[in-house]
């Protein structure tokens, strides 16, 4: 049984050496392998970002609360002074409690300035990620190209003539109105259905 096996695989890389699809298939094999770490790759970049972001909000968020609310407490405070002045002594008091508050907002809103520019720069991943991505897209097309290819290359002749009839190389610009082309995934699926796969 082994023997056979082996003669199988030999029969079966010999055959493809000869149609040289060897060098597809070792393509396709090195490409799938980059294509798993580039996707990882913008895991972790997303994973990343996300926690970047995560992480610049909470920061910013009780900055935030504590500048509304000491605005509101003091809003408060002046609203009750003009219905009714305060004593000197607590009217002062007020103006140094507001002077301390407009003194303390410049500080806060250069934190969350620095929060939310941090939020901004964890988006820069999705430049190069996107990239990534498009070019693990590039790799899975050239595959299936590769795989379509091979297929109608090696169908038997009876099937041959009907794949051909369904199907015409290369990018279709106008696609209205034709039959005769895959457009899209799900006949790329009645294609291989047809020819028994």
């Known amino acids: 049984?082994?023997?056979?096996?082996?003669?199988?695989?030999?029969?079966?890389?010999?055959?493809?050496r000869e149609l040289?699809?060897?060098?597809?298939?070792?393509?396709?094999a090195t490409a799938i392998p980059d294509a798993r770490d580039r996707l990882n790759y913008v895991a972790t970049m997303t994973e990343q970002a996300a926690v970047r972001a995560l992480?610049?909000?909470?920061?910013?968020?009780?900055?935030q609360d504590r500048l509304e609310a000491d605005a509101t407490a003091l809003d408060a405070r002046w609203a009750k002074w003009f219905d009714q002045p305060l004593e000197l002594e607590d009217a002062?008091?007020?103006?140094?409690?507001?002077?301390t508050y407009l003194r303390r907002v410049p500080d806060d809103t250069r934190a969350t300035n620095n929060h939310l520019m941090e939020i901004m720069m964890a988006q820069d991943f999705q430049d190069l990620?996107?990239?990534?991505?498009?070019?693990v897209m590039?790799?899975?097309?050239?595959?299936?190209?590769h795989l379509l290819q091979t297929l109608l290359e090696n169908i038997p002749p009876e099937k041959r003539k009907e794949a051909e009839?369904?199907?015409?190389n290369g990018p279709q610009i106008n696609k209205?109105?034709?039959?005769?082309?895959?457009a899209d995934q799900g006949q790329v699926d009645d294609l291989l259905a047809s020819l028994g796969f």
């Open 20 to 28: 040289g699809l060897d060098k597809q298939l070792e393509q396709a």
């Open 92 to 99: 002062r008091q007020l103006v140094t409690e507001t002077r």
């Open 55 to 63: 992480t610049a909000i909470e920061l910013a968020k009780p900055i």
């Open 1 to 16: 049984m082994l023997m056979r096996i082996g003669q199988l695989t030999r029969m079966l890389r010999d055959n493809l």
């Open 165 to 168: 009839d369904s199907l015409l």
């Open 176 to 182: 209205e109105g034709r039959t005769d082309i895959v």
């Open 129 to 135: 990620t996107g990239q990534v991505i498009k070019k």
């Open 138 to 145: 590039d790799v899975v097309q050239e595959i299936e190209k």
